[in-house]
């Protein structure tokens, strides 16, 4: 069970959540450093047994991009020591991430076991010299001699996701032929190397967590037995914990996006704990106490890394170690607020949890004087500032003319792979209740109303934006809402117009489907080399008025999942339309300028839409009113700007 000490050969952690590592992008900058401080402050506080930081290169070669953050001088060691002391203050303890960016480093001065360049980078690594091989290897043991210097507890060595050592690993990017390519055994010698020089270089209770890659999935990566004899060698060099590695940056399956189902990949540290003495610990889409002491009773893992669920909710610990889970806060894996931050070189953020990583920011006190406030809409603007008001100890009374709270999340978490989005609901029902706000559902806003509030905050959300086309034969265009409510009856062959999010969700809601188990997970996604995906439908077009790539306003790290996902259903994507016509004889369009006709029975707009701000209008400019989310700006459904909104309205009232 989590909350279960676990001793390790000459060190032991006070229970079994580790905070993974994730690169916050407050690591770099002096000026970023009580931040940084303030982050994990809050996480220790909240009862996480471990820290590892984001990842620190060893050497100048190794860092991410050029302005990234290194650790290897006596100027860090008293930089970090604010650092592990604030984090051993607050009672957990931290291991310092050493990453060696290898040919995923963004920057021309990149290097690889060979000058293989790596499909997501356009700089191209040079191969390095044996003597580039050793000093690589002594700076990652200075580096862990200086972490000790610093009050870290341990490190992990960051050899998974397709970063130099796991390039060192796999024969997919090492073809070196001297003795660190070759053979499994020559392959894994860097590795091996970088453990026995960090063992050399530390006290015996410093510990080595080591990350290691249990599946590349790229072509050409360490198979299962590879890994288990690296695995054991590695043991035997000294290394006290392993972690668990799935897939590589350019991996083209999903590893962590929230189509990816809960505790996809327990079996690969399964294989780890069947392998090794020391523990081992379970990673990647689990993200509640239930499914991390499943794992934990199940014998897969000794510990759970959890490191988005720890940005939406700091307290997760404590709030399960109090029988209190149903008030977390949880990850639902969109990667909207952190990864797509990160990749695009932005700070770490949380779409539930806006306060993650600007803790100092964002704080939320007390009001000097209470005030009585009216909310209206219940959708997650409405719902998360009704809790951030009564937080700051106002009378909230939260109100909404549907039967159920939710609003558009309610429509998301219909979409296969977005049911967590569930919890999101969940965690505000159990909010709004513990914050004493009063909800009236059902209950049409009226202008005397406000009369009895000191302040007033429209949440009232968006409609779906119709499609003004030319439908005869008693045809009309369904809105998404209706199809994703089930209202309407789909056809066999489908024209979706629009390629933004919703109509990429549509596509994954006529197609794909819900709550898929992870064994049909894999089989979609090649892992075990099965069968593939269905197709629902005989044919389903998709059409956008602009030129260009179909999808490239998507989230970073999910859209090319969505793109994959329309060409394993098939779907057949036009640029340049107009539509003109909706009959019988199927959607009339304009192509580039030609007219066709599609022969299809349904069409769907996803085409945007319009803010439902008809009762803030009137009251503009009066400062007892306020407007936030979807019925301030429709320009796309955006889920994180509301709930940041909804937080900036709280702090202003
Ligand atoms: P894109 O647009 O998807 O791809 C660009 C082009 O390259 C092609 N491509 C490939 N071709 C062949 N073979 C491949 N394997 C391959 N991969 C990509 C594409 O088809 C495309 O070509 P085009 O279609 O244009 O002709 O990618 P992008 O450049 O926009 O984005 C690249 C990303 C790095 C963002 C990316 O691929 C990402 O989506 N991967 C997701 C990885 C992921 O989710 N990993 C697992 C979790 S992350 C983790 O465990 C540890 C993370 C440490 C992070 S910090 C975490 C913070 O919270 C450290 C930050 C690392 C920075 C590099
Ligand atoms: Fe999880 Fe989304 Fe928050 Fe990232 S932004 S931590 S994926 S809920």
Redesign the pocket.
Known sequence: MLEQELKLKNNHLKNRLVMG???TGLEEGLGNLKKLNAFYQARAEGGVGLIIT??YSPNLRGK?TPFSSTFNSWFDVLKHRTVTKTVHQAGAKICLQLLHAGR?A?HPFNHAPSAIKA??NPYKPKAMSKRAVLSTIKSFARSAHLAEKAGYDGVEIMGS?GYLINEFMAAHTNKRTDEFGGSNENRMRFALEIVKAVRANVSSKFIIVFRLSVHDL?ENGSSGSDVQAQAKALEAAGVDIFNTGI?W????VP??ASMVPQGAFQDASLLLKQTVSVPVIAVNRINTPELANQILQNGKADLISM?RPLLADPDFFNKYSQNNSQNINVCIACNQG??DN??KGKR?TCLVNPRAGFELEYPLEKAAKAKKVLVVGAGPAGMASACYLAEKGHTVTLIDRSNQMGGQFKLAMQIPGKEDFNYTLTYYQSELDKQGVTVKLATEYNDKMAADYDDVVFATGVRPRLAPINCLDGKRIYAYDEVIRGEVPIGKRVAILGAGGIGFDMVAFLTEQKNKSIAQFKSQWGIDETANSHQALEQIYMLKRSAGRFGSELG??TG?IHRAVAKQQGVIQLEQCNYVGFSNQGLEIEHKGQQQFLDVDTVIACIGQESNNELYNPHQGEAKFHVIGGAKLAAAIDAKRAIFEALMVARHI
């Open positions: 590592s994730m690169h984001g990842g991410l995923y963004y499909p997501i996701e790229v897939g940056h350019e991996a083209r590893t962590i490191a952190c990864l990160v990749f770490a970073k790290t090319w």
